[in-house]
C-alpha cells in the first residue's frame, strides 16, 4: 500500500472500515429526490395454474362498483412481504414484493376481481393496480389457496409504503380491506446495499484508510492512503491542526487506492498545543450525496519530542537509570540473605478466572422466548464474573448495534475473532435456531416475538448466513463452539451444518465448552485438567452461576405448564406481532436488570 518515508522515525496507524461505518451509520442519510411509484415492466402478470388473470395499473381516485354486504365476497389474507433488488436496464433496485390468499370460505365465488392500492406515506405518492379474474373453485388445482402477488415495486430507501388490498366488488357500508405498512431499510441494510443508487451514494465503500507519519529536525511529513471506490471519481484530502491547515484535491483515476503526501512544520505546533492533535480526513463525491457524501477521519496524537528542550529528556533518562540500578541492587542483595526455600509445591489445579487470559467469545442464539432470553443474559453474566472471559452479545452492545446495523456488526466482530489466534464463537442451539435455518433453506418463514420487541430486529438469521459458510471450512473449525442447553433444548435443536463440530450439553460439560475456550487439552499425559468452580454441580455455588441455574429452572418450569410455547412465540400475522411502543425500552431495561 503506502510507500515508507525514508527519514526518521515512522508511526503507522490503521483505520477500519468499522470505524468508518460507525459514523456511517450515524451520519447517513439519503439525499436523492423520492421517484415516483413504478412497478418493473415484467412483473404485472398474474396468470397462474387454473385462473386467467389480467392486471393493469388505474387511476386511484377511480370509484368501484359497490354491493349489499350479503352480496360481497370477504376480504383477502396476507402470505409473505419482503425487500429486496430487482434489475431492469438501469441496474438493480429496490424493491418490495407483496402477496395475499383468498379465504377459502362460501364467497369466494362471488368475486369479481380486486384492487392493491399503495401509499407512499412521506410524499402521499399512490399506485393502485386492478386484477381482472373469476374463480372456478374454492381451491386451486393443487389444492391450495389462491394466492396472488404485488411484485417488483421500486420503493426508495428509508421510507415507509402502505398497502391496502380488497377483493371486488366491496360492500356498500363496511370495509373487508387488508391493509399493512412496510418500512423499506436504509441503504446500509444488506438486502438492498448493492442497489445502484445506493451504490451510488457510498453504500459499500470501504477506504480502509491508513496514515504513515515521520519526522525529522522538526519537520514532519505524514502520508495518507486509503481504497478508492468504483462509483467516486474525486476526493478531497485534508489535515488540520489548532495552527496548520492544508487540503488537495485528487482524481482517481484507474487506481484502486490513492495515497497523498503532507509536509509541515511542526515546531510551532508544539509550542502552542503540547498535544499536538492532527485531523486526517478523505472526503468522497458519490453522484448521489455529492458534497454531503460520508468521510473518513483518522486523528493522529503523536508529536516527538521537542528538540529545543534536550535538558529534560536527559533528567528522565538519568532518574530512569538510577531506578532500574537501584531495583537491581535491592534485588541481589534479597535474594543474597534469604534463608532456603523448601521445594515449590505441586501447581494447584487453577480456577477459572485464572486460566482464563480474557479470551473473547462472540454469542449466537436465537430469542425464543423471554425466559430463554434471560437465561443468555445470566450465562454471559457467568462467564464474564467467574470465567473471566469477554462476551460480545447483541443485547450488551445496542448503542454499537443501532450505528452499526445488524450485519455489519456481526461481520465486524466475525472478522476481528478470525484475525485472533484464540477467539471463540459459541453458538447456543434452540427451536429457534433450527427453525430459522430451515427457513432460510426453503421453508416457511419464522418470526418470533421476540424479534419483533428487539429495538435491531432478527440478529439470528444474518449471523448464520455469516457463520455456516466458516463453520464447514475445515481449517476454521477451531473457532466455533455448539452448545444447548440440555434441561430446556435438545440435540434435535442443532442445524444439520453444525453437526460437523462437537456438540455440548450445558451444564453438563460446560467445563469441556470452557477447556475449549481457553485452548487448553482436558488431558495430558500424567496430568487431568480441571477448573473448579464450573462443574455441573459447583456451578451454582457463585452468585452468577446461582442465578443462571435460576433462570434455567424457571424457563424449564414455564415449558412444563405450557408445552405449546414454541409455537406460541412464532408470529402468525399483523395482529399478533403488534407488541406496543415500549417494547423496545422493556427489552433494554430487561437486560440491564439480568446483567447486574
Keep these: 500500500m503506502c510507500n515508507l518515508l525514508p527519514a526518521g522515525v515512522l508511526v503507522q496507524t490503521s483505520y477500519s472500515m468499522v470505524h468508518v461505518f460507525v459514523k456511517m451509520c450515524f451520519y447517513y442519510m439519503w439525499f436523492s429526490v423520492s421517484s415516483a411509484l413504478s412497478i418493473l415492466n415484467d412483473h404485472l402478470d398474474c396468470n397462474q395454474e387454473g385462473i386467467k388473470c389480467g392486471s393493469k395499473i388505474v387511476n386511484c381516485s377511480d370509484e368501484q362498483e359497490r354491493v349489499p354486504r350479503t352480496l360481497a365476497p370477504t376480504g383477502p389474507e396476507w402470505a409473505l412481504e419482503n425487500v429486496g433488488v430487482a434489475e431492469d436496464e438501469n441496474g438493480l433496485l429496490p424493491v418490495i414484493n407483496v402477496s395475499w390468499s383468498l379465504k377459502a370460505d362460501g364467497g369466494i365465488l362471488s368475486i369479481q376481481g380486486m384492487k392493491a392500492h399503495l401509499l407512499e406515506e412521506n410524499t402521499t405518492q399512490t399506485l393502485c393496480v386492478l386484477y381482472n379474474f373469476t374463480i372456478p373453485s374454492q381451491l386451486n388445482p393443487r389444492l391450495g389457496k389462491w394466492t396472488f402477488s404485488l411484485d417488483g415495486v421500486v420503493v426508495d430507501p428509508g421510507h415507509t409504503y402502505s398497502i391496502s388490498v380488497f377483493n371486488l366488488p366491496e360492500p356498500d357500508q363496511e370495509h373487508y380491506r387488508l391493509t399493512k405498512q412496510i418500512t423499506v431499510p436504509r441503504c446500509d441494510d444488506w438486502r438492498i446495499q448493492q442497489a445502484q443508487l445506493c451504490l451510488e451514494n457510498g453504500s459499500t465503500w470501504d477506504p480502509q484508510m491508513t496514515v504513515s507519519v515521520s519526522w525529522e529536525a522538526g519537520s514532519l511529513a505524514a502520508t495518507v492512503c486509503f481504497n478508492t471506490s468504483q462509483f467516486s471519481d474525486g476526493y478531497t484530502v485534508a489535515v488540520q491542526s489548532?495552527?496548520?491547515?492544508?487540503?488537495?484535491?485528487?482524481?482517481?483515476?484507474?487506481?484502486?487506492?490513492?495515497?497523498?503526501?503532507?509536509?509541515?512544520?511542526?515546531?510551532?505546533?508544539?509550542?502552542?498545543?503540547?498535544?499536538?492533535?492532527?485531523?486526517?480526513?478523505?472526503?468522497?463525491?458519490?453522484?448521489?450525496?455529492?458534497?454531503?457524501?460520508?468521510?473518513?477521519?483518522?486523528?493522529?496524537?503523536?508529536c516527538p519530542y521537542?528538540?529545543?528542550?534536550?535538558?529534560?529528556?536527559?533528567?528522565?533518562?538519568?532518574?530512569?537509570?538510577?531506578?532500574?540500578?537501584?531495583?537491581?541492587?535491592?534485588?541481589?542483595?534479597?535474594?543474597?540473605?534469604?534463608?532456603?526455600?523448601?521445594?515449590?509445591?505441586?501447581?494447584?489445579?487453577?480456577?477459572?478466572?485464572?486460566?482464563?487470559?480474557?479470551?473473547?467469545?462472540?454469542?449466537?442464539?436465537?430469542?425464543?422466548?423471554?425466559?430463554?432470553?434471560?437465561?443468555?443474559?445470566?450465562?454471559?453474566?457467568?462467564?464474564?464474573?467467574?470465567?473471566?472471559?469477554?462476551?460480545?452479545?447483541?443485547?450488551?452492545?445496542?448503542?454499537?448495534?443501532?450505528?452499526?446495523?445488524?450485519?455489519?456488526?456481526?461481520?465486524?466482530?466475525?472478522?476481528?475473532?478470525?484475525?485472533?489466534?484464540?477467539?471463540?464463537?459459541?453458538?447456543?442451539?434452540?427451536?429457534?435456531?433450527?427453525?430459522?435455518?430451515?427457513?432460510?433453506?426453503?421453508a416457511k418463514p419464522v418470526v418470533l416475538r421476540e424479534d419483533l420487541r428487539s429495538p435491531v430486529g432478527d440478529m439470528l438469521s444474518p449471523a448464520l448466513g455469516l457463520i455456516v459458510p466458516g463453520l464447514v471450512r475445515s481449517g476454521s473449525l477451531r473457532r466455533y463452539v455448539v452448545a444447548y442447553f440440555a434441561d430446556v433444548c435438545s440435540e434435535e435443536d442443532i442445524p444439520a451444518p453444525f453437526n460437523v463440530a462437537v456438540r455440548y450439553k450445558l451444564m453438563e460439560q460446560f467445563e469441556e465448552v470452557l477447556l475449549r475456550i481457553l485452548e487448553v487439552e482436558k488431558q495430558r499425559p500424567g496430568r487431568v485438567n480441571r477448573v473448579q468452580g464450573v462443574g455441573q454441580h459447583e456451578y451454582s455455588l457463585c452468585p452468577s452461576g446461582e442465578a443462571l441455574r435460576g433462570a434455567v429452572e424457571a424457563f424449564r418450569a414455564h415449558q412444563q405448564t405450557n408445552p405449546?410455547?414454541?409455537?406460541?412465540?412464532?408470529?402468525?400475522?399483523?395482529?399478533?406481532?403488534?407488541?406496543?411502543?415500549?417494547?423496545?425500552?422493556?427489552?433494554?431495561?430487561?437486560t440491564l436488570d439480568t446483567h447486574a
Design 306 to 442: 521537542d528538540s529545543k528542550q534536550p535538558w529534560a529528556l536527559l533528567i528522565f533518562a538519568t532518574l530512569a537509570l538510577s531506578l532500574i540500578a537501584g531495583c537491581i541492587s535491592y534485588s541481589h542483595w534479597k535474594s543474597s540473605h534469604k534463608a532456603p526455600s523448601a521445594p515449590p509445591p505441586p501447581d494447584p489445579t487453577p480456577d477459572a478466572a485464572e486460566v482464563a487470559k480474557r479470551k473473547t467469545v462472540l454469542l449466537i442464539y436465537s430469542p425464543d422466548h423471554p425466559l430463554y432470553t434471560v437465561v443468555v443474559l445470566k450465562l454471559c453474566s457467568f462467564l464474564m464474573a467467574q470465567c473471566g472471559t469477554d462476551v460480545v452479545l447483541d443485547l450488551l452492545d445496542l448503542t454499537r448495534l443501532g450505528q452499526l446495523g445488524g450485519l455489519r456488526w456481526l461481520d465486524w466482530h466475525r472478522e476481528r475473532i478470525e484475525r485472533s489466534p484464540s477467539d471463540k464463537i459459541l453458538i447456543l442451539c434452540s427451536p429457534g435456531v433450527q427453525a430459522k435455518w430451515g427457513a432460510m433453506c426453503g
Design 564 to 590: 405449546r410455547w414454541f409455537q406460541d412465540e412464532l408470529v402468525q400475522d399483523e395482529a399478533e406481532g403488534d407488541v406496543g411502543p415500549d417494547a423496545g425500552r422493556t427489552l433494554e431495561t430487561r
Design 242 to 302: 489548532a495552527v496548520y491547515q492544508d487540503s488537495k484535491n485528487v482524481s482517481k483515476g484507474k487506481s484502486t487506492w490513492l495515497n497523498v503526501t503532507f509536509e509541515m512544520d511542526i515546531r510551532n505546533h508544539i509550542q502552542i498545543s503540547p498535544k499536538c492533535e492532527l485531523l486526517f480526513v478523505v472526503q468522497p463525491f458519490f453522484p448521489g450525496c455529492k458534497n454531503k457524501c460520508l468521510s473518513a477521519q483518522k486523528k493522529w496524537e503523536n
